[in-house]
């Protein structure tokens, strides 16, 4: 016979197995078998009923809903540029669905979340393995905005940011230089000499430079960047800049606009739709070869390992130090946030020792004036 609490019910089925039963606020009647021991059967009354009171409760079976399901649903959203779709549909494809396709999201806990991490940073370069964590978390976040879940099982501090080998390196404005020059002296990549210019003192991230057409070089040395490229999927997709604010023109020192100028009249036809940065046959340049160049040249001067990306480093590095201001650095890079600007100015402290100088300056001179006691 059944025994009555004061929320839900426990009975012993004919198995000799325990049974416990409750109403759910929605009006269902929820139940659970459990084996010899009654105190699990209560315990899972009392847990049911505490998520009641903390207005934590959830459907049960609302969780059975499959991790795969709500991503085939994040991955269709209207607001997904097709580049970003392409991306994160290959991370879920290649580092997500062989572990989590057919898991009910309320299966999903941080324990399970930990153990797929530590697994596949042994097969996964860093990048990719931050960026499909990234996106486990925001898929499993749609489930909590849903109320399926009550919290967001992804909670690895640091996960979510690729840990590089070594520390983004800056150049200076003579190492850069000596790398356009370099690159220049080749008959071979001599007309990828003013993109390293304009990537390492304008900052531009790679898509955009590459993206930029004869009539975005305004009079001025200026850039209008408006648009970025990426090769994604076996084809060239075209879109935005990677965030609003990067909508942008970028005006360039006078040396490297000259440099851009002759570019231009050296490897860019007269047609406003021509790509500045382009091929020999005026197609997109790829990232992967512009890095052979770039790596054979960084070798070549001697300088230590140097990344492609660095040389928008060194251009947001170079800008910090004239004294920029964050707002002022978050224009130029296309930065929506100050963090990510922020990041560049501490270049700038190597100025600490000339404002020093500076002070040193003042106080020297303050301490020749007579005082008036």
């Known amino acids: 016979m059944a025994k009555r609490a004061a929320f839900g019910t426990v009975d012993r089925l004919p198995s000799g197995r325990?049974?416990?039963r409750y109403v759910g606020p929605d009006g269902r009647r929820r139940s659970k078998v459990f084996g010899t021991a009654k105190a699990d059967a209560w315990a899972w009354l009392a847990t049911a009923q505490a998520d009641l009171v903390r207005k934590a409760w959830r459907a049960p079976e609302s969780g059975q809903r499959t991790v795969g399901a709500f991503a085939a649903d994040y991955l269709a959203r209207d607001e997904l540029r097709e580049s970003t779709r392409s991306l994160y549909a290959g991370l879920w494809r290649l580092h997500l669905a062989p572990q989590w396709e057919d898991v009910p999201v309320g299966d999903v806990t941080p324990a399970k979340v930990r153990t797929w991490h530590t697994a596949a940073a042994k097969r996964t370069g860093p990048t990719a393995l931050a960026q499909a964590y990234r996106l486990l978390r925001g898929?499993?976040?749609?489930?909590?905005?849903?109320?399926?879940?009550?919290?967001?099982?992804?909670?690895?501090?640091?996960?979510?940011?690729p840990r590089a080998t070594r520390p983004s390196r800056a150049l200076t404005?003579?190492?850069?230089?000596?790398?356009?020059d370099h690159v220049g002296r080749?008959?071979?990549?001599?007309?990828?000499?003013?993109?390293?210019?304009?990537?390492?003192?304008?900052g531009l991230r790679f898509g955009e430079a590459t993206a930029l057409r004869r009539s975005d070089v305004v009079d001025g040395?200026?850039?209008?960047?408006?648009?970025?490229?990426?090769?994604?999927?076996?084809?060239?997709?075209?879109?935005?800049?990677?965030?609003?604010?990067?909508?942008?023109?970028?005006?360039?020192?006078?040396?490297?606009?000259?440099?851009l100028a002759t570019h231009l009249e050296r490897f860019v036809s007269d047609s406003p739709d021509a790509l500045v940065f382009g091929t020999c046959a005026g197609t997109f340049l790829h990232s992967a070869n512009f890095?052979?160049?770039?790596?054979?040249?960084?070798?070549?001067?001697?300088?230590?390992?140097?990344?492609?990306?660095?040389?928008?480093h060194?251009?947001?590095?170079?800008?910090?130090?004239?004294?920029?201001?964050?707002?002022?650095?978050?224009?130029?890079?296309?930065?929506?946030?100050?963090?990510?600007?922020?990041?560049?100015?501490?270049?700038?402290?190597?100025?600490?020792s000339e404002i020093a100088r500076a002070l040193d300056a003042m106080i020297g001179a303050a301490s020749m004036v007579p005082s008036s006691e």
């Open 221 to 259: 040395g200026k850039l209008h960047v408006h648009r970025s490229v990426r090769y994604v999927g076996g084809r060239w997709l075209v879109g935005d800049p990677k965030t609003e604010a990067g909508r942008r023109t970028v005006s360039l020192p006078a040396s490297v606009a000259s440099a």
């Open 18 to 20: 325990y049974r416990a």
């Open 139 to 161: 898929i499993l976040g749609v489930a909590v905005a849903d109320e399926v879940i009550a919290a967001n099982p992804c909670r690895l501090r640091g996960a979510s940011t």
């Open 291 to 312: 890095g052979q160049t770039f790596r054979r040249a960084v070798e070549a001067v001697g300088l230590p390992p140097v990344r492609p990306h660095e040389l928008r």
């Open 314 to 352: 060194t251009g947001a590095t170079l800008a910090a130090a004239t004294g920029a201001t964050t707002k002022e650095l978050m224009r130029r890079l296309g930065h929506s946030s100050s963090a990510a600007a922020l990041m560049y100015q501490h270049a700038a402290d190597e100025r600490d």
């Open 186 to 202: 080749d008959r071979r990549t001599e007309r990828y000499r003013a993109l390293v210019l304009v990537l390492a003192f304008g």
């Open 173 to 180: 404005a003579a190492e850069a230089q000596t790398l356009a």
